[in-house]
């Protein structure tokens, strides 16, 4: 089970540990799920409607979007961004998980209060992530830009990217869309561990085959954690897109239409306004897919990587006692 466990005092994960575990899973999942990611970003910074009526925008569904990029940038497109997409993972995901056992076994030990209920893991989830926010948000921002940029390119690699976004625009902008992506990943992370206790607990106790059927069912709970997570929280991250590419315009101009928001209240009001409520829902199929995959494979690598250390405890116990 994720989270500080009683059970497992003997084989505890050290914060190190979690970390380790953390970032393998945050890795492998990425390189599964970045062509989704990009699909997602170039529906979220679309300003048109996506439909196939009059005004209609470049990316009009998941498919039409697919061929649309493999015919105008090639199949590479489906990973632009990934050098910092990837780092951005494993960061995020060391953090996260770290702080996250950190968070549950403090909670265990200062108030003898189970550290495996719902609640405990909605707010140590919520906390674990904001945390890991804030270290990596320049990565979220990197990973953006280049996803965002079509065949003309602004940014050659990461270092001229960040060299120029710093002469440019200034140090802060690594830091665009924070507001918005604290409020979104808050709920969103604590609904993912919330769910996915909850539904850990719905299944049958593992039995003595092994650990497959234990490690399948955390991929099906993940999945269904990372689709309730997403819808309930989805307008958020579109904000955010939208306010990382900021002052990116000059780059967006070939998409479509391009706007510029003084703040996340600025830019609510005026997708809400010039795209309706269907609006703040751009991108969700693309994105709902990926949720499903990432928050799955997420938590299905992270429990491969801790029955692994475990196992690797115990027996170094075990041999350090005969």
């Known amino acids: 089970m994720v989270g500080y466990d009683p059970r497992f005092q003997g084989s505890a994960l050290t914060p190190e540990e979690a970390a380790l575990a953390g970032s393998a899973a945050g890795m492998v999942t990425r390189a599964l799920i970045s062509p989704l990611d990009v699909l997602k970003i170039r529906f979220q910074l679309q300003i048109e409607r996506v439909s196939s009526h009059i005004h209609k925008g470049k990316y009009r569904g998941l498919f039409q979007a697919t061929r649309c990029i493999y015919s105008e940038e090639g199949v590479s497109a489906f990973w632009k961004g990934h050098v ?20 549950t076994e403090a909670v265990h030990n200062s108030t003898l209060y189970d550290s495996q209920t719902a609640g405990v893991h909605f707010i140590c989830g919520g906390l674990a992530a904001c945390s890991a926010t804030v270290v990596c948000q320049p990565l979220d921002i ?15 690699n990461m ?45 049958p106790p593992p039995t003595k085959s092994g650990d497959s059927a234990g490690l399948l069912g955390s991929l099906v709970c993940g999945s269904g954690a990372g689709m309730i997570s997403k819808t309930i929280t989805y307008p958020f991250d579109l904000f955010k897109k939208r306010l990382q590419v900021g002052g990116f315009e000059a780059a967006r101009a070939h998409f479509g239409q391009v706007r510029s928001y003084r703040g996340l209240v600025d830019c609510a009001v005026q997708i809400a306004k010039e795209e309706g409520v269907r609006g703040c829902f751009k991108g969700l199929s693309p994105s709902l897919v990926k949720a499903a995959l990432s928050t799955g494979f997420t938590f299905f690598w992270y429990e491969v990587f801790l029955i692994a250390m475990r196992s690797l405890k115990q027996r170094q116990r075990t041999n350090g006692s005969t």
Not at 84 to 103: D, K, M, R
């Open 84 to 103: 910092p997409a990837q780092l951005l993972s494993i960061c995020f995901g060391a953090v996260q998980f770290a702080s996250f056992e950190f968070l």
């Open 142 to 156: 990197l990973r953006t830009r280049f996803a965002a940029q079509g065949q003309t390119k602004v940014y050659r």
């Open 159 to 203: 270092r001229h990217a960040v060299s120029t976004m710093c002469r440019t625009e200034g140090v802060m902008t690594f830091y665009r869309g924070l507001s918005p992506t604290l409020l979104a990943v808050f709920p969103y992370a604590g609904l993912q561990f919330f769910f996915y206790n909850v539904f850990k607990k719905l299944l």
